[in-house]
């Protein structure tokens, strides 16, 4: 309450400050136990890519702060250890946040938990605000009309038509474009996906949700909803036209495969043609009912050769996912330094440690380290991979001075933290002989909250 009550009396005049500036001001307490916070834009909602914007010091008082410039509404991720969480935030605003501790352990073995963050005198005009209460109350209306789906059908129907009349009622008090657009487009994946008498055609759909030419990249809602619209949609062609993109598909040939979509009426522009098989490609690699051949044909035609710069950019990003390693997949000849390459570890196990010399939680787990590495050194190879950076201070050096084995200073752009999906600290992946990615996570060298360590692992490996 005391570290709370002092962080609020900085609000009116860091408001103030903000506006001056022309700048978003992201202040928060974290209670992640984690000594750095960092920031990510979402760059696009197909792929889902993120783009790191800044790094804050979370200080003796567990406080933290970023400075944004932002001319448009963006989804940030704050991550920090193995959490994170996230906001919308909107130009010229300052956000005072509170990150809470977890409601329970989180084991070496889980990453990416999501920890709901909580608002500290959020502004009503606020487009958080404004999602946030949208929400809610969607959440209850439609949990109170869907259990009347199968006991009262009539009464059902009419509860719907009902909830859309007054959500559109509601969006005529408003004229905030992106709010807007997420309230239409979260009915449309709500409650005009439920199959009922009387309800929107798909015609109906695409006529009052898509026909536009304009698409929003920057709505996670008319993405999400475009993806509903269109899964699996190369299936549910009309015969002649399936027919067709069979056959482009065949080829590989993203022209002929654009002209056969543009038949559709569900398509008609080139650009939309485009666009859905983007949606097509990101979900065919997930669920793997195209080959991945193919899909790397189409994506490599639109990034070179669309007039879209998004699309080409989530092309781009799409591509990317088939650099990511998954379990069972062969790792990179990643260059770890100008006389080193990851490949030199063949014929030996390889436990990669993902380091922080500046991190509470990595500093603690450096003596376990080194006494599992003097006793299975010879079998298994100690990797550590940590953030390049100018100067390092002396009880970093000192950090990294313990650790005997190889390490290897990366930059923010080196292929391996996106390739590994690397962004938390401490982090552990193993690999077998053969450099194939046996676990991601892998176990730490501290016990977690089943008392379980990566030491297991490795008696159970060497023994005869």
């Not at 136990?33 to 914007?53: G, L, M, N, P, Q």
């Not at 008609?268 to 009912?289: D, H, I, M, P, W």
Request: aromatic share 16%; hydrophobic share 40%; charged share 25%.
């Amino acid at each position: 309450m005391l570290k709370t009550g002092f962080f609020l009396l900085f609000f009116l005049f860091l408001n103030a400050w903000t506006k001056l500036q022309g700048q978003t001001l992201l202040r928060g307490i974290s209670n992640w136990k984690t000594e750095e916070i960092r920031a990510y834009r979402v760059s696009d909602f197909i792929s889902e890519s993120e783009v790191e914007i800044g790094r804050a010091k979370v200080d003796t008082n567990d406080v933290f702060e970023f400075n944004f410039v932002s001319t448009e509404i963006e989804k940030i991720i704050l991550r920090g250890a193995n959490y994170y969480s996230w906001l919308y935030i909107q130009p010229k605003t300052t956000y005072f946040i509170e990150l809470p501790a977890p409601e329970e352990f989180i084991g070496s073995l889980e990453r990416n938990k999501e920890i709901e963050m909580l608002f500290l005198r959020l502004n009503k005009q606020d487009i958080n605000y404004k999602i946030l209460g949208f929400e809610a109350w969607m959440d209850e209306s439609i949990a109170e009309i869907y259990q009347l789906k199968d006991v009262h059908p009539e009464e059902f129907i009419a509860k719907v038509r009902a909830f859309k009349n007054e959500t559109a009622q509601f969006s005529e008090e408003e004229n905030d474009p992106f709010f807007l657009n997420y309230v239409k487009y979260s009915v449309g994946i709500t409650v005009d996906n439920f199959n009922i008498i009387g309800g929107p055609s798909k015609s109906d759909k695409f006529d009052f949700y898509l026909a536009e030419d304009s698409i929003q990249f920057k709505n996670p809602t008319y993405i999400a909803f475009a993806q509903l619209f269109y899964e699996k949609y190369f299936y549910q062609l009309d015969p002649d036209i399936k027919k067709k993109v069979e056959s482009a598909l065949k080829n590989a040939s993203l022209a002929s495969l654009l002209d056969a979509l543009t038949l559709d009426p569900a398509i008609q522009t080139r650009k939309r043609a485009e666009f859905v098989t983007l949606l097509t490609c990101k979900e065919s690699f997930n669920q793997g009912y195209l080959d991945r051949a193919i899909i790397f044909e189409l994506l490599s035609g639109i990034a070179q050769s669309s007039t879209v710069n998004e699309h080409r950019y989530i092309a781009r990003n799409l591509m990317g996912d088939f650099n990511r390693m998954q379990i069972g997949m062969n790792a990179l000849d990643y260059l770890l330094s100008p006389t080193k390459h990851f490949y030199q570890y063949k014929g030996k196990w390889v436990y990669l440690h993902v380091f922080d010399p500046g991190n509470e939680q990595c500093i603690t787990e450096i003596a376990a380290l080194k006494k599992l590495q003097s006793k299975y050194g010879n079998t298994f190879q100690f990797v550590t991979i940590y953030p390049a950076k100018a100067n390092y201070s002396k009880s970093e050096q000192r950090n990294l001075d313990a650790l005997t084995w190889d390490k290897f200073p990366l930059n923010n752009d080196h292929e391996i933290w996106k390739n590994l999906e690397i962004n938390s600290y401490p982090l552990y992946l193993l690999f077998d002989p053969n450099l194939t990615l046996v676990a991601s996570p892998a176990l730490s060298p501290t016990p977690n909250g089943r008392y379980e360590t990566i030491e297991k692992f490795f008696i159970q490996t060497i023994r005869p």
